[in-house]
């Protein structure tokens, strides 16, 4: 594998899986796979899991860690083409990608959603300029449209905690008092596209994601009715995507509660973390013993480590 932009640079997804529940349980087998190397971690927005497990991934594979907080500490950058940079951007993308490229063999890279600028957004400025003049792998660590290491975890999780039929699995929207983008959620439903799974999607009528990436998945607006038999149930907020980055609807009735849950076969529950405890999820259902969103977690280490080992033995 070259670069991991997006959940479809995988071959196989179950068998990424299976190989990272493998990788799991003796992590430093390939401890000389990244002797040598190194890898740059960009953050232009903050972090807890993706910084932390990236990094343990890197180490896993004897690989170098480099950590820069780009939004805070880096220069303003600078992506479109032929401009007079007499503003408030410091440097160009194009220096600055073929000058990292030169300290490090794969560079991952966070940078979310302007939540403003749809077009750029779509386009992905950060991402498709360093895979442009970095002519080095790129690995994406949320951009502005998908969060592919988290949507790998997220299967590697439930294949840990499978069902023995096909599973129900529902993406719910939930509340939340800020816009937030529609990566984690455009990457789950990428996600489930490729698994055997009866998947179903609830949000409230308007917060319909991109279409060219739902495509037919099935979309129930009744909560309680997609809550019914799952196997899992998803929860995330995501701001609208017609209304470009705007929040129309806090509406408190779509956190998940215990009461929901009850609807579901004693399903999991499951979050990419951080949440807001008692507006996207009631104490009762993170704190049950149906939550799975710790070892969920944790999996972000295995699945970073997963793709690391694929573009190192790549290189
Ligand atoms: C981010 C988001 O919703 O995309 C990151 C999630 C992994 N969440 C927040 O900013 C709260
Ligand atoms: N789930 C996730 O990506 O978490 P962080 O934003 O803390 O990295």
Known sequence: MKHYLNIKDLKNLQQTVKE??????????????????????????NSLRTRLSTQKAAQNL???????????????????DGVVMNQNKSEHVKEAAQVIAQYCDIVAIRAF?????????????????FEKYAGIPVVNMESATGHPLQALADAITMEEFKVPHKPKVVLSWAPHPKALPQAVANSFVEM??????????????????????????????????????????????????????KVLNEDENWMITADKMKLTNNGKFMHCLPVRRNVVVADEVIDSANSIVIQEANNRTYSAQIVLKKILENL
Do not use: R
């Open 192 to 245: 489930m596209q490729l698994q055997d799974a009866d998947f179903v999607i609830t949000h409230p009528e308007g917060y319909e994601l991109d279409e060219n990436i739902t495509k037919n998945s099935k979309i129930e607006y009744n909560q309680e009715k997609a809550f019914e038999n799952a196997d899992f149930v998803y929860a995330k907020n995501w701001s609208n995507f017609n209304d470009y980055g």
């Open 20 to 45: 990272a529940v493998q990788l799991k349980e003796n992590e430093l087998e390939f401890q000389d796979l990244g002797k040598g190397k190194t890898i740059c971690l960009l953050f232009f927005n």
């Open 62 to 80: 004897g690989l170098n860690p480099i950590v820069m907080n780009f939004g805070s500490e880096g220069w303003q950058l600078e992506f479109e």
């Open 113 to 129: 959603a302007s939540l403003t600028d749809k077009e750029k957004d779509l386009a992905e400025i950060v991402l498709s300029n």
